[in-house]
């Protein structure tokens, strides 16, 4: 009897260890699925999105540091000895004179005669300077390599924010969040760093950006 029931346990067993596996692998197919499904669903939201290069432009637009700008600002610094300063001036000069002879004999009368004279001055006056140590080295291209230094933190700032971001965006397209908490919190970080690159571009980017609205 204890035989028999041996037996039937390990039938029992081995018919469902198949069962187990179809199962397992019904499952991994799912996941992997899934995955491609949600793989899929983040390419579709980054070819929507701008990318890096476009948000670099559009930053350095808006601050007015892009590299044509700050080339064409040095060539005219270097080229600007060429060019003289020019001072212009008017002058107008309106002036009377008058003079009053005296009469011992009429001491009642305020004069004996009078002259009046005019004289009237028009002066116009331009003049030039050239300064042709400028030409070698015009200490305005000190600032304009200010620029330079502003535009490379720029597109470092822009380019760390707007990996980061991807980042997050994967995270909750990829590996969401079960707990609604944790979920609200990474949203909340997405659409931080959203608003800071929207910033950055002079309000281009969230026009195009995921805001998240189709994952909740």
Do not use: C
């Not at 081995?14 to 991994?28: E, F, H, K, N, S």
């Not at 971001?165 to 760093?193: G, H, K, T, W």
Request: hydrophobic share 40%.
């Amino acid at each position: 009897m204890r035989t028999n029931t041996l037996i039937l346990i390990v039938l029992v067993a081995g018919a469902l260890t198949p069962a187990r596996r179809a199962a397992a692998a019904d499952a991994a197919a799912d996941k992997q699925a899934r995955k491609r499904s949600q793989l899929a669903h983040l390419q579709e939201i980054l070819r929507r999105e701008p990318t890096i290069q476009e948000v670099q432009r559009a930053a350095l637009a808006h601050y007015q540091l892009e590299p044509e700008r700050i080339a064409g600002m040095s060539t005219s610094a270097r080229l600007k000895g060429l060019f003289p300063e020019v001072d212009a001036g008017f002058d107008s000069l309106l002036g009377h004179n008058f003079t009053n002879t005296q009469d011992a004999l009429y001491p009642t009368l305020p004069y004996k005669e009078r002259q009046a004279a005019s004289n009237d001055q028009t002066v116009w006056h331009v003049r030039g300077v050239w300064d042709l140590s400028r030409v070698v080295f015009n200490p305005e291209q000190l600032d304009i390599k200010t620029l330079g230094s502003l535009q490379e933190t720029l597109i470092r700032e822009v380019t760390t924010m707007f990996f980061s971001r991807r980042r997050v965006l994967a995270n909750l397209i990829l590996s969401p969040p079960e707990d609604e908490e944790d979920a609200y919190y990474e949203q909340l970080r997405l659409d931080e760093m959203t608003a800071t690159i929207d910033a950055f571009t002079g309000g281009t980017f969230a026009e195009r950006a995921w805001q998240g609205d189709d994952a909740r």
